[in-house]
């Protein structure tokens, strides 16, 4: 597929012929007859489209070039949809939506994830289930299934772990790690194939891979070519890579701070780098400082090991209730499972906030904070009666959650898939 001299610049080729030319070159850069090939940063991966990823060749791009650690983000792709598709091939291809019961569209709760089938009838995670029914009616809806989720979580991490030094779960499907053995990006290829073919191999699902050199840049760019992608972004094209992105693919920009940026004329990342952060600070404060650095690709905190923050869950109810009891019953419960999850690994919490959502849509929270660190269920059950006692006053209520905050865990500890259910 090669013709030297003079490669054209948007030569295809395939990983497994730039791995030859790779393994036959010294100080890993490609240099077939004496000349340095310049490899781009942007790889398309599809196994629907190719039997292998394919990718574009861009002169100008060191594939060799490394300043600092290398970063992936894996990221499963359509996570529990995936796995629900595995347990039932015969929904391959098919629309598949996954989260509370549509009951003919008149359900409550929303949307946990779906199939990108579904999701090419505009259905998303956490839109209201019955808006997603009368999207498409004839999807396939199933429940959520978190224990086995939580299997293959634990076994696609504990994999991620034996191909790195270092590794940070970001949540039940997706982490950032830091390689062994990678020293530059030409590296990271074959790498990033072996982790992405393992997945597939163990647990049958797919997993979309960003590598980059900071970990803002490397979770851009997992999400660049899903499903199934796989994304290299050297140092020197970071600032290209970023530039014609909307600002919403930055981590924490969401749908409010993205238009407050577009009245002021900000759409893109490239934009957002190029604002004078004096007037992004006087727009957003600190925030704007960070957004600021972010859109440059530099992280703006150091990885943790752990230090889970919190911990929560809620519930929407199938009619909204005006029954107190009820309430508190359903409130209790859910204080009683994150006790026992929090309990199985022996941390104690000081801080029960209330969730509740009225059948008008308002939504109210109230938190209290013990004066020292506890695992005394009863106290956490007295806390969580107080707090409803003072706004269980009004309209029906629609949802409760509670959520369990300021642990005294060890900052070192390895986050688990427990941290995330």
């Known amino acids: 597929m090669f013709d030297y001299p003079g490669i054209p610049d948007h030569q295809i080729i395939t990983p497994s012929l730039l791995r030859a030319y790779h393994h036959r070159s010294t100080n890993n850069t490609f240099i077939p007859n004496g000349k340095t090939i310049y490899?781009?940063?942007?790889?398309?991966?599809?196994?629907?489209?190719?039997?292998?990823?394919?990718?574009?060749?861009?002169?100008?791009?060191?594939?060799?070039?490394?300043?600092?650690?290398?970063?992936?983000?894996?990221?499963?792709?359509?996570?529990?949809?995936?796995?629900?598709?595995?347990?039932?091939?015969?929904?391959?291809?098919?629309?598949?939506?996954?989260?509370?019961?549509?009951?003919?569209?008149?359900?409550?709760?929303?949307?946990?994830?779906?199939?990108?089938?579904?999701?090419?009838?505009?259905?998303h995670s956490g839109m209201p289930i019955s808006q997603a029914y009368r999207l498409c009616p004839y999807a396939t809806y199933l429940p959520v299934r978190m224990p086995l989720y939580s299997q293959v979580s634990g076994n696609i991490m504990a994999l991620l772990n034996r191909h790195s030094t270092e590794c940070w779960q970001v949540s039940i499907d997706e982490a950032y790690l830091v390689p062994s053995g990678v020293d530059d990006y030409g590296a990271a290829l074959p790498v990033a194939e072996k982790i992405q073919h393992d997945v597939v191999a163990a647990e049958g699902i797919t997993c979309s891979i960003g590598v980059g050199p900071s970990r803002v840049v490397a979770k851009i760019a997992s999400g660049y070519q899903k499903p199934a992608g796989l994304t290299i972004v050297t140092p020197g094209e970071t600032a290209r890579f970023l530039a014609p992105l909307p600002v919403g693919k930055i981590p924490g920009i969401g749908g409010k701070t993205a238009a407050e940026l577009q009245i002021a004329g900000i759409e893109t990342i490239g934009q957002l780098a190029e604002c004078d952060v004096q007037q992004l600070m006087e727009w957003f404060g600190r925030w704007g400082i960070a957004m600021h650095e972010l859109s440059l690709g530099r992280d703006i905190r150091p990885p943790r090991q752990g230090g889970q923050k919190s911990l929560g869950r809620e519930v929407t109810f199938a009619e909204d209730l005006d029954d107190r009891e009820q309430v508190c019953t359903a409130a209790t419960d859910l204080a009683g499972i994150l006790h026992e999850h929090l309990a199985a690994r022996s941390l104690r919490f000081r801080t029960v906030?209330?969730?509740?959502?009225?059948?008008?849509f308002r939504t109210i929270t109230r938190a209290f904070s013990f004066p020292r660190f506890t695992d005394d269920p009863g106290?956490?059950?007295?806390?969580?009666?107080?707090l409803l006692d003072a706004v269980l006053t009004g309209p029906k209520v629609r949802l409760v959650g509670i959520r369990l905050s300021a642990f005294d865990c060890d900052e070192s500890r390895q986050t688990t898939i427990g941290d995330y259910l």
């Open 353 to 360: 906030t209330l969730k509740v959502r009225f059948a008008n």
């Open 379 to 386: 106290a956490l059950q007295q806390a969580v009666r107080m």
């Open 39 to 123: 490899v781009a940063v942007l790889l398309r991966y599809s196994t629907r489209e190719s039997p292998e990823p394919t990718f574009t060749i861009r002169k100008g791009t060191h594939m060799t070039e490394q300043s600092g650690p290398i970063f992936f983000h894996v990221d499963m792709d359509s996570f529990y949809a995936s796995v629900e598709i595995r347990e039932r091939p015969l929904l391959a291809g098919k629309p598949v939506v996954v989260g509370a019961d549509p009951e003919g569209g008149q359900g409550r709760g929303v949307v946990s994830t779906c199939s990108y089938e579904a999701r090419s009838f505009g259905i």
